[in-house]
């Protein structure tokens, strides 16, 4: 893989890490103090999510693992879900229901946080399994090669590989 190629895949690591953390972040601070849905329905919320997400990621890498096409295994998922990922994105943080309207809110946040994370998983599951299909073994073994004698390097000095001193 060229250098600007794995440039511009790399940009998909900074997306994924952008909206995962704006969702992690600030959704349940919005729906509590903004919207000022209770604190025990986004738990339960919470919960269940947890439970979803538990099951969803082994579920799409197996449904993405067996999917045949002419556009690979993973493009079609990426490619085909990026937008409702992103419309999920926005749903989040645009519920029809004024503050305080607490069980139409509850029940938002509940439908739109678990389709954002199926979506999230879709997306970035198989972009993340893209990777090793895009180059050959001997390549993909090189960059792990290096990647991990960065790492143990970095770790043996106590300091950075790429850092100063």
């Known amino acids: ?20 953390q704006t969702v992690t972040t600030f959704a349940i601070y919005y729906y509590v103090d903004v919207l000022k849905v209770p604190t025990k329905m986004i738990s339960l919320v919470m919960l269940f999510y947890g439970i979803w997400n538990a099951i ?29 990922l992103c419309i999920a994105f926005a749903l989040l943080w645009m519920p029809p229901y004024p503050a305080g309207a607490e069980k139409s809110l509850f029940i938002w946040y509940f439908i739109v946080i678990f389709l954002f994370d199926g979506l999230f998983t879709i997306v970035v599951l198989n972009w993340t399994a893209l990777f090793p299909e895009m180059s050959t073994r001997r390549q993909g073994t090189g960059f792990r090669l290096k990647a991990g004698t960065r790492y143990h390097r970095a770790d043996f000095r106590g300091r950075p590989a790429s850092g100063s001193g």
């Open 1 to 20: 893989m060229s250098k600007l190629r794995d440039f511009i895949y790399s940009l998909g690591s900074f997306s994924a890490s952008i909206l995962g």
């Open 56 to 84: 969803n990621d082994p579920l799409f890498g197996q449904i993405s693992d067996t999917t045949r096409t002419k556009w690979w295994r993973r493009i079609p998922y990426v490619a085909g879900f990026t937008l409702p």
